[in-house]
């Protein structure tokens, strides 16, 4: 732990390629992200192991391609790969590796008091093992890079706190090993609920199902329109900003994180007016992000092997971090024969 002195704080996230990416994983983490660059040292993955805790809804061929598409909503959402680490989790075996030694580190009861494992427990078909440890492959993300901070949603904070919790028990097991992550919030657009059921968080698993559940990245422009128009708010017609339902606090939420202003500067400029002035203008800050997105999405994707490249420098970077802590744990576990 002693180099950490000396370096840049250093950032890791990711993002399960589970489904196709929408406006609330921009919001609440690709956004944040691209404005880290300069300040941290980065390290973006493609959580790809954690897409198989739900075997069910991840067919192989989907899986494979879904993670090239998140790795290119990265870039195109301006994550620069010469700024950042950019890589797939399961091509950089140390995170399973990892994963299950703080699976063995990890009490039982932490585990089944995660609300995302319940939630999604309560869904799933036929419950995983891994749906259960998830957080302890988590752990393993970012303990692996000494992340100072992880920009999440609010979604993710209890996994985050988990991860602290593992560490420090595994330090206290086994002497100091791993520095203790801090999660990193936006103060808006942390949690975007899904525009059909404002009370429940907009997810890329619903959305798979749903239509009118969530704002794809890269839908169509009239379906992101449609989708907003459309949008589950109340039986009132006019906004009392002191009232207003879930529904339309989400509309404002996504307005104000896209805009930077808080939710009461944006809801005062519509105080009285009807809704569909609200809608149209989410609508419209909303294409207006997503348009340049898509573009530079297109771009990517046409420029054959240039993903392929950005991925295998990536993950030869993520190795030459990752592994190096993963050797101090297995010997402070005493895992192996060298001291
Ligand atoms: N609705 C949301 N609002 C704000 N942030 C969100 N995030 C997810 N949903 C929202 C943030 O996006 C990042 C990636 O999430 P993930 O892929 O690790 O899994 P998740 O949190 O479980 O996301 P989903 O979209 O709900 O996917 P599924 O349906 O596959 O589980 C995280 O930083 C998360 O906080």
Known sequence: MTESNHRKPRVLSGVQPSGALHIGNYLGALLQWKDLQDTYENFFCVVDLHALTVPENVKPAVLREKTLEVAALYLASGIDPKRSTVFVQSEVSAHAELAWVLTCASPLGWLNRMTQFKSKSESAHTVGAGLLTYPALMAADILLYEADQ???????????????????????LYGPTFKLPNPMIPPTGARIMGLDAPEQKMSKSTGEKAPGHAIGLLDAPNAVKKAIMRAVTDTGSELVWAEASPGLKNLVS????????????VAARYEGRGYGYLKKDVAEAVEGTLAPLRARYAEIRGDVGYLDSVLDAGAERARAVADPVLARAKIAAGLGRTR
């Open 254 to 265: 996504i307005y104000a994180a896209i805009s930077g202003e808080t939710p009461d500067v």
């Open 150 to 172: 992880v920009p999440v949603g609010a979604d993710q904070k209890q996994h985050i706190e988990f991860a602290r919790d593992v560490a420090a028990r595994f330090n206290e």
